[in-house]
């Protein structure tokens, strides 16, 4: 079993902001592959189910952002699985919009949701980082992170989950190369 989390805020009001894309890949994950239904367990929302032959625990922490770890680091203990079994789904301010890349371990870059998992579990889970774009200002960055997606990125947004979720049975093989390539040809514009 493999436990995927998506980091975001709990609420409607957060939906759509940029901080929120890990649940948007959750919800994408969830409805495509028909997993089941959402049960609380963890301190956040819970579905089961299967991406390829790959058992699938999608987790959205229902703890605010900066405190994720907690939840994650429920799931992995109830399940008593190690860290290498995690893939978390996260917005990047240094990727470029709507760009996505993968790898295990690395630096925090400012993330309140990774820094809490890295206090609870360390450093080397692996990171789908979706790029959001840095809005050019160091001052402007909250305000870019907890805003929604504008009018016209939503036919990007919608076209970038879908290729996630076209291309999730790479992820859940473990073939982390394949994944960003054959996204990255669904994504050329």
């Keep these: 079993m493999q436990i995927w989390t998506g980091l ?28 089941g239904p959402v049960q609380k367990k963890f301190s956040g929302w819970v579905q089961e189910g299967r991406i390829g032959n790959q058992k699938i625990l999608l987790l959205k922490p229902a703890t605010y952002m900066n405190e994720s770890g907690r ?32 790898r295990t371990g690395g630096g925090l870059a400012g993330h309140n949701g990774l820094r809490s998992i ?3 579990l360390g450093p080397d889970f692996r990171r789908v980082r979706i790029g959001i774009g840095h809005p ?45 390539s054959e996204l ?3 994504l050329q514009d």
């Design 8 to 35: 975001g805020n709990p609420g409607p009001q957060y939906a759509l902001h940029r901080h929120n894309v890990g649940f948007m890949v959750c919800d994408l994950l969830a409805e495509m592959y028909d997993f």
């Design 71 to 102: 939840s994650v680091s429920e799931a992995l203990r109830f399940y008593k699985l190690d860290v290498d079994t995690l893939t978390v789904f996260h917005d990047e301010l240094d990727l470029a919009p709507f760009k996505v890349k993968v």
């Design 184 to 186: 990255a040809l669904r």
């Design 136 to 180: 050019g200002d160091k001052e402007r960055v909250t305000g870019h992170v907890l805003g929604n997606y504008a009018k016209s990125e939503m036919d990007d947004l919608a076209d970038m989950l879908a290729a996630i979720g076209a291309e999730a049975e790479w992820l859940a093989r473990g073939d982390d190369a394949r994944f960003m």
């Design 118 to 120: 890295n206090q609870h």
